[in-house]
């Protein structure tokens, strides 16, 4: 997402930073989701945040929203030590510190204690990202799940999705994140679903119209044979 956006890659590690890739982060200043996002900026940057759903728990998406929010910090600062620091105080914040302290010098820069912080661990972040072992840290494996969009036509209970495909609710629940309710309404046009989801959802629609055929064909059997019957005793009489 970062590449699309022209931006460097080293980026993404500001999100372990916010929230340590917690998607359920929620801090007191109620920012949410792996960017800790507040509600205004999400908004902002296209995230949807809502009684339904709030996608700044949507990784995809705050991801992306990020992206944008992060370059244009950038060309605001034309430095990207700045755009950092305001991605954590807010750009008014280092704007106005810029031009009362007359430097835009970050290192100079009398900021917030929290920002001070906030950019060297970013850099030890990024340091430590590209060669954990060399420093101790064994980086935990990372598990890929497939995943598919499953159309949705009318109001649903993820409940109900994951009884007709035989999964946990909670595995729904992790892949869709940004649901804030089990009872998804006229929520979302789709939500997220493993392969194998799809696949047995597939499956139990065949049998269901497998079964469904099966029934028509006996009730067309029982038809031609009350109307073989009623022309043989038509013919008799």
Request: a neutral charge.
């Amino acid at each position: 997402i970062f590449q699309e956006h022209g931006l460097p890659r080293d980026l993404v590690n500001l999100a372990y930073i916010e929230s340590a890739f917690k998607v359920q982060a929620y801090s007191r200043a109620r920012a949410a989701g792996i960017w800790q996002f507040i509600a205004g900026t999400g908004r902002k940057y296209g995230l949807r945040i809502d009684w339904w759903l709030d996608e700044r728990r949507d990784p995809e998406k705050a991801t992306r929203a990020a992206a944008e929010y992060l370059r244009d910090l950038h060309g605001i600062f034309g430095s990207w030590t700045l755009a950092i620091a305001a991605y954590n105080a807010g750009e008014g914040k280092v704007a106005g510190t810029i031009r009362r302290q007359k430097t835009a010098d970050f290192w100079r820069l009398r900021l917030p204690r929290e920002t001070k912080l906030y950019v060297p661990a970013f850099m030890a972040m990024t340091i430590l990202a590209k060669d954990p072992a060399r420093y101790g840290f064994v980086p935990p494996a990372e598990e890929v799940v497939p995943t598919e969009p499953l159309p949705l036509s009318e109001p649903l209970d993820l409940r109900i999705v994951a009884q007709a495909a035989g999964i946990p609710l909670e595995e729904l629940q992790a892949l869709n994140p940004e649901l804030n309710h089990l009872a998804l309404g006229l929520a979302r046009e789709a939500i997220r679903c493993s392969a194998n989801t799809i696949r047995a959802l597939h499956r139990q629609e065949f049998a269901e119209a497998a079964a469904l055929l099966g029934k028509a064909r006996a009730a067309l059997d029982e038809l031609e044979s009350a109307l073989a019957q009623h022309q043989d005793l038509a013919h008799g009489g």
